[in-house]
């Protein structure tokens, strides 16, 4: 009976959720932004699994609304949940050319550079599937290795097995490297109209410089209602946990 009611509770909140979405959908196509919003984040407060479709139109409707860091925030959050969406990535660009900072992005460069072309081609996830694909290819070749008689399909196989145990390592280094990339870049979206950057964690301390809404910046530490965050030039600072919202 418990179970029945469980499915019946998870049934109707995908039914209201699916209803609001489309419900925002509809808002969004007769230019109602401000009913479009309301119906996407009402979908936030009851989807426990939230899609990069939902926070893209989210996004779509908050720039149609020129609320800079709601749109930019929505943006990133649908590229977090799918890192290669082309929509999200463009349409991030167009709403941050209508914030005020202007901040250099330092490039990588060297062994480090190549390392992370490489594994940012594609989700953690998607690079433990492919290590599922390749251990299942090891499997198929230790077969044919070892029922085979003829010594040339021998020899394919078995130079197969290395082939994918190579390919194996290097997907599985892949998949630990995005992840603990993910895990640690802890990226924010200054919502505060103006936020002063300190030196220290303290309404006393020194500003250094101001941020204005829609700036990404990445935390680094947090000490009580503050938090000290790096830009893309490798400035950091302190400000306060209200002015910013995390991404992840």
């Given at each position: 009976m418990?179970?029945?009611l ?24 007769k ?14 407060k ?18 149609k ?12 959050k ?18 941050q ?5 202007e901040?250099?992005?330092i ?5 480090a ?7 940012g ?27 085979l ?7 394919i ?20 490297i ?10 924010a ?9 300190k ?13 204005h ?16 965050v790096q ?11 209200s002015?910013?919202k995390?991404?992840?």
């Amino acid at each position: 009976m418990k179970n029945i009611l469980y499915i019946l509770l998870l049934s109707t909140q995908f039914f209201f959720a699916q209803n609001g979405f489309e419900k925002g959908n509809a808002y969004y196509e007769k230019a109602k932004y401000t009913e479009a919003v309301a119906a996407y984040e009402s979908v936030l407060k009851t989807q426990q699994q939230h899609s990069s479709e939902l926070y893209f139109n989210l996004g779509n409707a908050y720039y149609k609304l020129n609320q800079v860091a709601p749109s930019i925030y929505n943006y990133e959050k649908a590229l977090v949940l799918n890192p290669n969406d082309q929509g999200s990535i463009n349409n991030l660009k167009f709403a941050q050319k209508r914030t005020i900072d202007e901040i250099k992005v330092i490039p990588k460069v060297g062994f480090a550079k190549l390392v992370r072309d490489f594994t940012g081609i594609y989700h953690y996830n998607t690079w433990g599937w492919v290590s599922v694909g390749l251990a299942a290819a090891f499997l198929l070749f230790f077969i044919g290795y070892y029922f085979l008689q003829r010594t040339l399909p021998k020899r394919i196989f078995f130079f197969g097995m290395f082939l994918a145990v190579f390919l194996l390592l290097m997907t599985l280094v892949a998949a630990i490297i995005e992840k603990s990339h993910f895990d640690t870049e802890k990226p924010a979206i200054v919502f505060a109209e103006m936020a002063n950057v300190k030196s220290e964690p303290r309404n006393g301390g020194k500003s250094i410089f101001v941020l204005h809404e829609g700036t990404k910046v990445y935390v680094k530490e947090v000490i009580e209602k503050w938090k000290k965050v790096q830009l893309t030039d490798g400035t950091e600072g302190w400000i306060e946990s209200s002015a910013i919202k995390k991404v992840k």
